[in-house]
């Protein structure tokens, strides 16, 4: 297994400067080799769109330290990527269908801090949609060491007049979401 995460690792560093390209290739080779082995790998997060972060000294705090709401917000940019990387950038939903996604619900997990000039990548993917309901997961990955991970809750929505009204995700949405 160890093998195959660095060859996946390898092929991701080659597509690095074409990121989507990159993404997609290791989403079906993750797919192939779950195929290939015929089990579901439990514990393996499978990515669907990675974020790229640099810690910048206004995102610390007087310890030097990343203050913890950075985290929220890079899930939240996490998120916006993630939707545009699957052909749906929530500003042309909003602005051309009325669609909006607000988030309900966010948590993190943080297990080591991040640093003034470190990098990281926010590892994206959906690992629920129950009928107007998204579910989110968010890994905080430097140098292969994960240092935070989270969740967003997101409702779909459409906008009429005033209000928001939920709506259940439709199924070429969510097909392609899962992809």
């Known amino acids: 297994m160890e093998q195959i995460g660095n060859f996946l690792k390898r092929i991701f560093f080659l597509f690095k400067k074409e990121e989507a390209k990159a993404n997609l290739l290791l989403h079906f080779l993750h797919i192939m080799l779950m195929l290939f082995l015929k089990k579901e790998w439990k514990g393996v997060f499978i990515v669907s769109n990675i974020h790229h972060i640099k810690v910048y000294f206004g995102d610390t705090d007087a310890a030097g330290i990343v203050y913890y709401p950075n985290y929220y917000r890079w899930m939240d940019q996490a998120a916006h990527e993630f939707f545009r990387a699957k052909g749906y950038a929530l500003s042309e939903l909003q602005t051309e269908k009325n669609i909006i996604v607000p988030l309900v619900e966010a948590n993190c997990s943080f297990k080591q801090p991040l640093f003034y000039e470190d990098e990281v990548e926010v590892h994206t993917k959906v ?30 929505t459409k906008k009429q007049e005033d209000f928001l009204r939920a709506e259940t995700v439709p199924e070429h949405i969510i097909d392609i979401l899962k992809a």
């Open 127 to 156: 690992s629920e949609i129950k009928n107007k309901i998204l579910k989110l997961e968010h890994r905080f990955v430097r140098e292969d060491e994960e240092i935070a991970a989270g969740y967003e809750i997101r409702a779909w």
